[in-house]
């Protein structure tokens, strides 16, 4: 499929260079390319001459406009014949599988795959803050108050497209706490809309769970509300009554726990002071529910990170206007663009705490003519078991090309009991450090000084930074 965007100037759809040079001919790829949808291509002459084969999902230009192309001479009938070709290969591979699979919706939604969605919302959380409150005991905090609808709301994801999947049932959050917690604890839920009842209900507890964060009316493939335009937020802080229930709950009661559900960043500097723990859900599945009340009482450990940085105010972001029919994307973004202007975010890339803490130590590198290979140890030092995912990045010293100041390219997650220890590798190709020679139209290795940075998080104090150089 290509993408909705231009690349060096040219829509993906229409895109020669990718379709034809790099991906059929560089590639060898003998499949078919289809569009994105609706927008996917803006020109019957230039899509089909550029290497579209399929135009999605109804035909806009693809259908009559092209017959015409083709009856005028823009368009070769022999790109009509090559795209037939491909599309029919495809066809004939897919008819060789024979029935299509028959299954049930339980099949689908058997145990083990429960099993495998609550695992993937522990490992996934994201704990960015705890100042000791957490992991819970129901021995020492007999009533907690759970603030904010999303602890009371199914909250999956987007509801359009082929992300709408539903399954037979979703455990919310309150749900999943009030299931582990039984009879031991009480629990006082209030959806935030009601200051006073907020209030009341945090003063009265031993501690405070807040769930606050993002639905698919506020980000997705098309958000919902009306006179939104496309997926785009407006900008990347919670809602103003979010923020509102957190700071009555924050004044109430100073054991606050904020549980964040959603696909994308949100900004914290606003309201993180005076809370005690951040722990980032995503939106966490069926099983989201139990996932998260585990992770809260510490039947189970936090060991996700951050796939992107948190800054601290929106003027730490690339320039991005969302009602621009057009917009370039530069060079630095994320962490890359954190490095270069020494931002001082409030969560970088790659960040993410444990109930545990790791040591990384005695690290060694290596270089061939072809492969760098970094190993270490990462011993556990704290007392419960957990994971911790060590992180290779590399910086560059006299590049021929404008560089990041380091990338990452290769990670290792590592579980370990109390004060186990265990060597973790890693590794990277010589020619994935390779830029790509716009003159000579090939990628350039280079024969230069680069460095290794390994640690726990994209943060400088989190690396160790060692020197090496390929083989000649």
């Not at 020492?140 to 759970?146: D, E, G, M, Q």
């Not at 009554?241 to 054991?255: F, G, L, S, V």
């Not at 910086?395 to 220890?421: I, M, Q, T, W």
């Amino acid at each position: 499929m290509s993408a909705y965007n231009r690349v060096l100037g040219e829509w993906c759809g229409h895109n020669a260079p990718l379709l034809r040079t790099i991906l059929k001919k560089e590639w060898g790829f003998d499949g078919f390319v289809m569009s994105d949808f609706i927008w996917g291509i803006r020109d019957a002459v230039a899509a089909a001459n550029g290497g579209l084969d399929i135009e999605m999902p109804v035909t806009q230009y693809f259908g009559g406009l092209l017959e015409e192309a083709v009856a005028c001479g823009a368009v070769d009938p022999t790109v009509i014949e090559e795209s037939a070709r491909r599309i029919i290969r495809q066809k004939l591979r897919f008819s060789k599988v024979g029935e299509p699979m028959r299954y049930s919706p339980e099949s689908v939604c058997c145990l083990a795959h429960i099993e495998l969605s609550r695992e993937a919302a522990v490992k996934s959380s994201v704990l960015l803050k705890n100042d000791g409150i957490l992991p819970l005991a129901k021995t020492r905090v007999r009533t907690i108050a759970v603030i904010g609808a999303l602890a009371n709301t199914p909250n999956t994801g987007d509801m359009k497209g082929s992300s709408a999947v539903f399954s037979p049932y979703t455990v919310t959050p309150l749900e999943g706490i009030r299931s582990l917690c039984g009879d031991d604890v009480e629990i006082l839920y209030a959806d935030g809309t009601i200051p006073h009842e907020v209030y009341n209900k945090c003063q009265k507890s031993d501690a405070v769970i807040i769930f606050a964060g993002l639905t698919c009316r506020e980000e997705g493939e098309y958000i919902l509300k009306e006179g939104a335009v496309g997926g785009d937020r407006v900008d990347l802080s919670l809602p103003e009554w979010q923020k509102d229930y957190i700071q009555t709950a924050k004044e109430a009661n100073p054991r606050c726990i904020v549980c964040i559900e959603g696909g994308s960043a949100v900004l914290t500097e606003a309201w993180e002071a005076g809370v005690a723990a951040i722990l980032y859900c995503w939106y966490p599945g069926m099983e989201g529910g139990n996932a998260i009340a585990q992770l809260l009482f510490g039947k189970a450990n936090p060991s996700g990170k951050l796939p992107f940085t948190i800054p601290k105010s929106p003027q730490q972001l690339p320039y991005f206007d969302r009602d621009a029919e057009e917009i370039e994307y530069g060079y630095y973004h994320g962490y890359f663009l954190a490095d270069r202007e020494k931002h001082d975010v409030s969560y970088p890339f790659g960040f993410g705490l444990s109930y545990t803490r790791f040591s990384v130590f005695g690290i060694r590198v290596n270089a061939d003519k072809t492969r760098f290979t970094a190993e270490a140890m990462v011993k556990n030092i704290g007392t419960v078991a957990g994971g911790e995912v060590v992180q290779l990045y590399i910086a560059y010293e006299g590049s021929a090309v404008e560089r990041h100041k380091k990338d990452l390219k290769d990670f290792c997650k590592v579980y370990l009991e109390p004060n186990e220890e265990k060597t973790v590798k890693l590794t990277v190709e010589k020619k994935a450090l390779a830029y790509y020679d716009e003159i000579r139209h090939e990628w350039a290795q280079e024969d230069i000084q680069y460095f290794a940075l390994i640690g726990t998080s994209s943060r400088e104090r989190d690396l160790t930074r060692l020197p090496f150089r390929f083989l000649v």
